[in-house]
């Protein structure tokens, strides 16, 4: 019995101050981390940060402080802790090769949230898909396209590629093309198509529209029309003009060519 109490004796005196002192840096530690972690977040907000990213961030922040009060309460206690880092390395480097493509879509959700090339509720083009924005998330982008498809869009696609914001701008030009045939008259032909865009309501009165002649095509002289509208009149005025000068075509006798060819035979 005196042998077990003097080495419990032995124990108290060779690990108590460790273990105290490693109980005080533990329950100190997380006080300040808590401290950080709640200065960082308020930082965050009062800069505007998009509010997706902010708890992502602060995770983050938290979990890398407490591994690393972790790893020096493991020192405190005379463990070595270059096995620990050793070992946390390896398991970040398998982790990171297993989900780089996760992880590529991760630090690409992370970009555009911090950058915002475009928000909830912009008319955009990604990845090749036409739709308005219905959600940013972390790993990917959320989009309704405008036949009312829900399509989701890895980041990492988003990023590595073109993104056309339609909503960005407060107007959007319509480009068309519309041809006539070689024996109509083109200032008849303008006067209808510049009759035709006055009537469209959605087109800004503001802006000159272009009639200009283009090309002087195989079977076809093209007029190149160019109004301005709204980005969400785009498809509005497109098809207005496409009836309607069609339309205005047939009433005031001015043809609209097809690819034809003329054969001429010598008996």
């Known amino acids: 019995m005196e042998n077990w109490l003097e080495k419990i004796q032995d124990l108290v005196i060779n690990y108590a101050p460790s273990v105290l002192l490693a109980i005080i840096t533990l329950v100190v530690g997380l006080w300040v981390i808590s401290i950080i972690t709640k200065f960082f977040n308020k930082t965050l907000r009062k800069g ?6 902010i708890p992502v961030l602060k995770s983050l922040l938290d979990i890398s402080l407490k ?6 309460v493991a020192g405190i206690f005379g463990i070595e802790t270059t096995s620990f880092v050793a070992a946390i390395g390896a398991l970040a480097f398998a982790v990171g090769m297993a989900l780089q493509g996760s992880l590529g879509h991760f630090a690409s959700g992370i970009m555009l949230l911090v950058l915002k090339p475009y928000k909830v509720g912009d008319l955009v083009e990604l990845g090749g898909e036409v739709g308005n924005v219905h959600a940013i998330q972390i790993f990917n982008t959320h989009i309704n396209t405008l036949d009312h498809k829900r399509i989701i869009i890895p980041n990492g ?28 008259d083109i ?15 959605q087109i800004l009165k503001t802006k000159p529209v272009d009639i200009f002649v283009s090309e ?8 190149v029309v ?5 980005p969400e009149d785009y498809w509005t005025v497109y098809f207005y003009c496409h009836e309607h000068i069609k339309k205005n075509f047939d009433k005031e006798g001015v043809s609209i060519p097809f690819p034809q060819m003329d054969v001429h035979m010598d008996n």
């Open 226 to 230: 160019r109004p301005w509208c709204k």
């Open 157 to 184: 696609v988003v990023t590595s590629g073109v993104i056309k914001n339609y909503t960005e701008m407060d107007d959007r030009r319509v480009d068309m093309t519309f041809g006539i045939g070689y024996g109509d």
């Open 187 to 201: 200032d008849k032909a303008r006067a209808v198509i510049q009759k035709t865009v006055d009537a469209c309501e």
């Open 48 to 53: 505007n940060v998009d509010n997706t990213i």
């Open 216 to 223: 002087l095509a195989d079977s076809s002289v093209n007029f």
């Open 67 to 72: 591994v690393l009060l972790f790893i020096s």
